[in-house]
């Protein structure tokens, strides 16, 4: 049991670390498409690739990806810290807000590939290849009585490496699973147990597709161990950002932060005849950065907030709407970790029934 409890403490750091590997991806390919990222000269000098800190930091701000520029700087400085990006002579280990030139390090190879690195982007590989297939083995199933979504025997996992020219024998496969178990990409579905090659059910509890806010990078000791589609942090109760979250004392189920419904209802007044609700069914495709809603509430949940621009937001999900279903599951009686769980570890398309409420 001890081993177990460190094995989950290093996961947990790893897949930190693997977090913030994603979010810096997911900023590069932004500024890129944003034209931020280019060659620039200084001093006679052309410099490939690179962005000026006080330019992207005004960018940041305006895109509403932090509520000042004191945060931008923590953040690119967090960035820094894990080897993502650093300034285009390395002759500053501190993120200034000025006209200096800073580059992604992906964008000129110095990034450093180490055995983490290599294993994070390998269970990426994995997740995709998996969460694709047709016939996938990511699959409802249960163990203990409790339904776990996408969930997977490990030793069908094994199998399937070994299928696919994954791993050339069992006994490598294991390793594989039980050093992606390692870096917190997989785990038991009740992270009871360690990998092993058996009938014992394990989960990607990385979702490699989800979009991150940037904001969460300084908020990892805040945020639940199941996370949800978007997780509120401070960027998210600023009044210009797209989550308006108002702060007031912890209840269950919500956290620090204040429901946006008018008043709470129960399922049974839902359901009830003649209710203040229309029904809709909205098909949800989410993109490279995720789906774009937070769902909060013990039960029913609801619709907490959407960002504007996101797939949620283009396929008319709302505020203050209630969940009924999840790609055709009753979720009405579930709590937000476990709806959230269903829209995270499916696939990318949702299909989602919901009560909003008549004005």
Known sequence: ?????????????????????????????RLHDGKLIKDRRYHLRTYPNCFVAQELIDWLVSHREVP????????????????????????????????????FRKDDGTFPFNTEVKIFMRGQRLYEHLI??????????????????????????????????????RRRGLELCRALQEHGIIQHVAKKHDFFDSGLLYKFYVNFRRRRRLSELLNESDQDDDQGVAVPTQEDNHPDSPFVLRKSRPQEGNGAFQSVLRR????????????????????VIGDALGWGFVVRGMAPCYVQAVDPGSP????????????????GQCVLYLDYRTVTRLVMTGTRTVVLEVLEPLE
């Open 1 to 29: 049991m001890e081993r177990t409890s460190s094995i989950r403490r290093k996961a947990v750091a790893r897949q930190h670390k693997g977090e913030v590997m994603i979010a810096g991806e997911q900023l590069r390919l």
């Open 68 to 103: 000042d520029r004191a945060t931008a700087v923590c953040l690119l400085q967090h960035l820094m810290d894990h080897d993502i990006v650093h300034h285009v002579c390395d002759k500053r280990t501190v993120f200034k807000d000025a006209k200096l030139l800073y580059r």
């Open 132 to 169: 694709g297939e047709k016939n996938s083995i990511l699959q409802l199933r249960e163990e203990h009585g409790v339904a776990y979504q996408c969930s997977f025997p490990g030793c069908q996992l094994i199998d399937w490496l070994l299928q696919n020219g994954e791993a050339e024998s």
């Open 264 to 283: 709470n209802f129960t399922c049974e007044e839902l359901l009830a005849p003649g209710a203040p609700f229309i029904k809709k069914v909205l098909t």
């Open 312 to 327: 949620a937001a283009a396929a008319g999900i709302k505020a203050r709407q209630f969940v009924c279903q999840v790609n």
